[in-house]
């Protein structure tokens, strides 16, 4: 019988700590890491609190020297911002990991754990991890320093209309808040004729100059103006003024084209309707039901006036009607409406009920428009129009009467309209007596025209009841609520309490 010698195994002995006397594993510093932690302190020069900046206006961070960056809390921009504080003085460690513990948002404090290692005695490696608490403290960006001065500007846009109505400002308002192109700008100002956007900065200004040329039919012009200059380092200090003109013609406006653009446009009548002011000015004539859109440079270069202004449109009743069907028209015609209906209707004016005459002419309405039913037109039969295309016409060629559109009762609309809009916070020169009609035709437009509140944000207004009746439905346009958007409030969210301790 023979034994079998088992193999011989290696183990490794423990030695003891020189300062403690406990045993360990055999380590280059011979000591134990509560020994070596008490002897050596990797941290050393590491600050333990370090401040950073934040700007309660923008909610954004200092980043040295100069920038401004927006992070959330626990992100990783805020992660790297922290870290780039501590880089001068990590110099000599090596960083491992690094994350945060949580702390109160309103606390105004920011804990990092970090955990670093750097090589002490004879070779022997170190891991050590501490906390980093970073104290946020306030100060004031530039940005926001010249917002609050709101009289330091290096770019102004100057919005303008030579127009009677203010429909058009009215929905460029709308796009501006949708687009939210109105947060850099340091002031906004009202006028007589227009807007005045006021920034910071010449990109800021070339943006909203860029949207408001894709959004509205208008020409623009830019100057600039020397404000100093350092001669020795070669710099110039400037003021920049973009000039938008948009073009003078609103929805509802009587326009006469001039015979070659009537032409150019598939041979239209040259008095037509503009329904719809947007990225082109949308034209229907009529006569006919031919429409055609007039882009800006297409009316620079052939420009037209408006005949007639809300104001001069009287009130007629429709005495008969007769719906044209089947209407043939001639060679190069453009495009007809298809939302539209041709009639031929006997009109007499409401002021006039007491006397037997009566106008007769034709309107693209007919698909809203019955016996007895109220319209706004205007009377070219009694009225002195002094248009320079309009005065070389036929007499034949024009209307005795033009329609515009039909008539609501304002009053039952205004109670039954369960949704509002959104304005901008604008400082206003003088306030016209003419606004609050101006602005209740802008919005039954928007009721009546599906195309143009496509781009407009429609809130529901929760403070309004809407209460039924027979009485009330006579056949007016309404917006549905499947369109409307709720308008969230801070107050919906925290309760009346916290919204005010939060605006404390």
Not at 368 to 376: A, C, K, M, R, S
Request: charged content about 25%; hydrophobic content about 35%.
């Amino acid at each position: 019988m023979e034994y079998v010698e088992a193999p011989a195994t290696s183990s490794q002995g423990n030695i003891l700590c020189c300062t403690c006397g406990i045993p360990i594993p055999p380590n280059p510093a011979n000591m134990c890491v509560s020994c070596l932690r008490s002897q050596v302190d990797i941290t050393e020069g590491i600050p333990k609190q370090v401040s950073v900046h934040f700007c309660k206006q923008c909610e954004r961070y200092l980043q040295p020297p100069t920038t401004w960056m927006q992070c959330a809390l626990e992100s990783r921009e805020l992660l790297a911002l922290c870290l780039k504080k501590l880089k001068c003085s990590m110099t000599k460690v090596r960083l491992i990991d690094a994350g945060f513990l949580w702390t109160e948002p309103h606390s105004k404090r920011i804990k990092l754990k970090v955990t670093i290692q750097k090589e002490v005695m004879n070779g022997a490696i170190l891991q050590q991890v501490f906390v980093v608490e970073f104290v946020i403290q306030s100060q004031m960006c530039d940005d926001c320093h010249r917002v609050e001065a709101k009289d330091f500007w290096q770019a102004l846009v100057q919005v303008r209309q030579k127009t009677a109505h203010k429909k058009t400002f009215y929905y460029l308002e709308q796009l501006i808040l949708k687009h939210r192109l109105h947060t850099n700008a340091l002031n906004i100002k009202e006028i007589n004729e227009g807007i005045d956007f006021y920034y910071g900065s010449k990109q800021h200004a070339q943006k909203m100059v860029d949207f408001l040329q894709c959004t509205v039919p208008s020409r623009s012009k830019m100057s600039h103006r020397l404000i100093s200059h350092d001669v020795h380092t070669n710099v110039y200090n400037t003021k920049s003024t973009f000039s938008i003109e948009i073009v003078p013609v609103c929805k509802d406006n009587v326009v006469c084209l001039s015979p070659r653009l009537a032409q150019s446009l598939g041979n239209m009548g040259q008095v037509c309707v503009c329904v719809r002011v947007t990225s082109t000015i949308h034209l229907i004539d009529p006569n006919t039901l031919q429409i055609a859109e007039v882009d800006g440079s297409t009316y620079w270069r052939n420009p037209f006036n408006t005949l007639c202004n809300p104001r001069q449109l009287e009130e007629f009743i429709i005495m008969d009607i007769e719906i044209l069907r089947n209407k043939k028209l001639g060679a190069g015609a453009c495009l007809t409406s298809n939302k539209h209906t041709l009639a031929e209707v006997w009109v007499q004016k409401t002021s006039e009920l007491n006397t037997s005459q009566q106008f007769h002419c034709r309107t693209f309405l007919g698909h809203l428009l019955n016996i007895g039913d109220l319209v706004q037109g205007f009377d070219f039969a009694n009225s002195n129009v002094n248009d320079e295309y309009l005065n070389k016409m036929n007499p034949h060629h024009v209307p005795d009467v033009v329609l515009i559109k039909k008539c609501y009762d304002r009053n039952k609309r205004v109670k039954r309209r369960n949704w509002k809009l959104k304005e901008l916070n604008k400082d206003r020169e003088d306030m016209n007596t003419d606004d609050e009609r101006q602005y209740q035709d802008f919005l039954e437009d928007l009721e009546e025209d599906e195309a143009l509140r496509k781009n407009v944000n429609i809130f529901r207004d929760a403070s309004k009841i809407t209460v039924e009746s027979d009485t009330d439905d006579e056949g007016a346009p309404r917006i549905s609520l499947m369109e409307m958007l709720e308008d969230l409030s801070l107050s919906d969210a925290t309760g009346g309490e916290g919204a005010d301790m939060m605006t404390e």
